[in-house]
């Protein structure tokens, strides 16, 4: 009877040995499977990440008129001048366009938008930033502190992202190359990676992003202009699909780069080139190399 016993036991114990080597080796092949599937996940998310980037497209650069003692507000995106100690008739035009005073309560300008404007002066700043939580792209080479002129909303860019989903955003630099005519060289604005914005998703399909101008004296403005000119501009236009014999603009090329980080916090560099042909201007986009 105890021969019995022990001779149970001892084939207990085998299988029980037997069991173990069995699930400790299932283990550590599971784990290496999975350690494997899981590398070529990532190593297919790389490779996708790397052939898919970024690509921002400039698909509509649009204007919208104000008038001068009219209900346009600095709100409503409509092409009007904010101006400090400058004179009244001058940024007007001939009180053809709306002007809002910095120092007129009734304007109901956000300070925070002014005092950011005041600490860029003087550095040929680009920068983005919101007003009425609308994003701005900043163009400042104003020289003076007390007196400036912001030509607000002078245009409403519309992008469409084709690429990879962009996170965040900044500006690396804009170059302004003048008409020969104007006899002024090449003015870049350097931008800040530190000055990001988001976008959403839905940022991503349709970006529109207004363009404030902030000068002294309107020295080498891209927006300065004849009262008569004004007039007889059209109430709106998208300068992409309007046909200008002549470039009643100061300026005959625009490069701007963009600094885009995807979600994976990977960032690519996109230069966005807007120039006149002869007929009208166009738009390219090139991702370029850090």
Known sequence: MNFEIIDFNYISLILSILTLIFVGKTYFVTRKTYDAEFEQIRTNLEQINKQKLPYLKLLSVDTYKSKYNSSDSVYDGKYCRIFKGESITKISLNESMAIFDVEDPDSKIENGFIDEIKSHIGKNDAYFTYFGAKPYLILNHA?????????????????????????????????????????????????????????????????????????????NSLCQMSASTYINTPESFNLLRTHMVTNRLNYNKLEVTLSCWDIFDIKTLLLITFEYNGDFFISSTTILKE
């Open 143 to 219: 020289s003076n502190r007390d007196r400036f002129i912001i030509d607000h909303s002078n245009v409403v860019l519309t992008l469409h992202n084709y690429g990879a989903t962009i996170n965040a955003m900044s500006v690396k630099k804009i170059v302004i190359y003048y008409k020969p005519e104007m006899n002024i060289e090449p003015t870049t604005f350097h931008g800040n990676d530190k000055n990001k914005i988001s976008l959403s998703p839905n940022e991503n399909e349709e970006f529109v992003l207004f363009l404030d101008e902030v000068t002294t004296d309107l020295n």
